[in-house]
């Protein structure tokens, strides 16, 4: 390690002398999309320090951590503001990736204050923390496709919509993306780039799917749970469409988006969407319906919950802009990213299978 990556993500090919050696501070690096990213910039050789909690015991980071290259763990709360910027400072890095957060709709329901706090005022420490950086940066904000105000038209939403959140998961990854906003403008205005040397970007996708992802309460992990124990999956809303996408698709979406950042660091400082496309949306019964397929056998049941929490029933994303900008689209379907995803599960059943290797092989597939 490091491997040489050739190749292309979505359409966009990801340039390993943009990463070899390049300090990269990426917050929620114990998490799922954080242990992908890791592997993903171990990979490209890049030098990389994680700021998170510490992982769940049963977790993706902890099958793959000891094969991470160039690779140092922080093990700290982002509302600690001190401590956030003196990692940040001592590490002076070249790229910044913010996955930090409570991400999960029905625990913002029974935590809702805690979840502002470090969704929205996390984000507001890292911005503050890069204020003190000297030096250039790009910074990649990840929030969500629920920021935007959802009355359920089916109408894809692009970045110009109206911020908005109806549960407190949603609502404080748009005030999120307000923080942003309000950074940009007040303290790291393109057009003033040459003075505070700074990038600012936010990126909103949808849920993702892969190996891995061991969250309670996220259909996938429930799903490969009750199959893996024989036990009947259980859907409470089998209608509601999702921009189900693998999680390489979005995070070859933030390495294309840091990459034009990087060129162009006035450009691209703004928001962008990464989706699936619309053609390729599945219901949640559907993606029940294709998983148990490609695992082999289950069963499955409706079990709606009476006065469940809100959650929205119908998603789109428009992805125009990343498309023209930045030359990125989705490369695996929604029927590939399962394929793939209960591949990876399998596999890391059998015994003594490296997960790190499960997760470097696909990174492989994705990119060839
Ligand atoms: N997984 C999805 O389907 C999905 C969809 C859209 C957006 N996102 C966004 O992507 C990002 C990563 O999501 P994920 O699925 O990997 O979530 P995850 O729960 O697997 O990981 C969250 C990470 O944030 C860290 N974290 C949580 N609270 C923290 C705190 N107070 N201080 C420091 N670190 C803290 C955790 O330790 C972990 O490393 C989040 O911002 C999430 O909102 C995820």
Redesign the pocket.
Known sequence: MPVMLHGKSGNKKIDIMNWRNKKVFL????????SWMSVWLSFLGANVKG?????QRLSL?NQICHRLDKHQSVI????DKKRLEKELLQFQPDFIF???????VRKSYDIPVETFE??TI?TANLLDAVRLLKKECVVII?????VYENSETGKPFNENDKLGGHDPYSAS?AAAEIVVDSFRLSFFHPSKYKLHKKSIASAR????IGGG?Y?AD?IVPDIYRALSNSKTISIRNPQSIRPWQH?LDPLSGYLSLAEAMKIDPQKFATSYNFGPKLKDELTVEELVQNVIECWGSGKYKLTPIKNAPHEAGLLKLNIEKAKSDLAWEPKWNATQAIEKTITWYKNSLQKNHDKFNICVKDIVDYSS
């Open positions: 917050t929620g690096h114990t998490g799922f999309k954080g700021y998170a909690l510490r992982p980071y700290a709360n982002i509302l913010h996955f930090a957060a409570q991400p999960l470090v969704n996390g990840v929030t969500t496709d629920k990854k996708a949808g849920n993702v992802d969250a996220r999680v």
